[in-house]
Every structure is written in structure tokens, then in C-alpha cells.
Nanobody, 122 residues
Framework: QVQLVESGGGLVQPGGSLTLSCAAS????????MGWYRQAPGKQRELVAT???????NYADSVKGRFTIARDNAKNTVYLQMNSLKPDDTAVYYC????????????????WGQGTQVTVSS
């Protein structure tokens, strides 16, 4: 079984910064893409950013130029540096690990973290 544990959420003022981390644990052989999604109250979950195993990032238009995604393959960890935060960024942020292969090798599966709250407010 694979677990994703997020950390780093909290309350921040508009214009501030936060860094989210998500560590995957378990008998992991490899992880394809990792990413962050968010869900605000009354809205659907939406993509924030993803990064491939080869470190190619992809961002939602709403966060381009403000957020940076990174990963450490050796630690099975993905990070999200969030700068110039706005009230519209308030949401629960979820970590995603795509096509995870575990030992003994079997079919790849996707996993989600439990979410971490980010609140941007003065």
C-alpha cells in the first residue's frame, strides 16, 4: 500500500508564500507523474501543476508565474512553491501520484493524499 502525506498548508496573507510537500511511502518501485490539485468550497477539483518523472512541469494558467513544482525522485517527494498568493488560491490542496508501481511489480495505480488546507486571507 502506498501513502501520500502532505504538509505545509496554513493561513497566509495575500501576497505571501507557502511551500507544500508531499511524500509518498511504501514499497515503491517507480512513480510516473506527480502533481497537485485543489478544491475550493462549492467547486470541482482542479489541476494546479504536474511534473513528470523527467522533471517536465505543467501548470494551470491561473498559477503560471506564481507557483513552481519540483520533485525529488530519490525521496518520492513532490513540492509546490506558491508565491504571490491570492484569496482565490484558498482551497484544499491534494497531492497525486500517477501510475505508481510497487514491489512486487504489478499493474500501476494512482494515489491521492488526504489534502492540506491553504487559506489566503488578511
Amino acid at each position: 500500500q502506498v501513502q501520500l502525506v502532505e504538509s505545509g498548508g496554513g493561513l497566509v496573507q495575500p501576497g505571501g508564500s507557502l511551500t507544500l510537500s508531499c511524500a509518498a511511502s511504501g514499497r515503491i518501485f517507480s512513480i510516473n507523474a506527480m502533481g497537485w490539485y485543489r478544491q475550493a468550497p462549492g467547486k470541482q477539483r482542479e489541476l494546479v501543476a504536474t511534473i513528470t518523472r523527467g522533471f517536465n512541469p505543467n501548470y494551470a494558467d491561473s498559477v503560471k508565474g506564481r507557483f513552481t513544482i519540483a520533485r525529488d525522485n530519490a525521496k518520492n517527494t513532490v513540492y509546490l512553491q506558491m508565491n504571490s498568493l491570492k484569496p482565490d488560491d484558498t482551497a484544499v490542496y491534494y497531492c497525486n501520484a500517477l501510475q505508481v508501481r510497487t514491489l512486487p511489480l504489478g499493474a500501476p495505480r494512482d494515489y491521492w493524499g488526504q489534502g492540506t488546507q491553504v487559506t489566503v486571507s488578511s
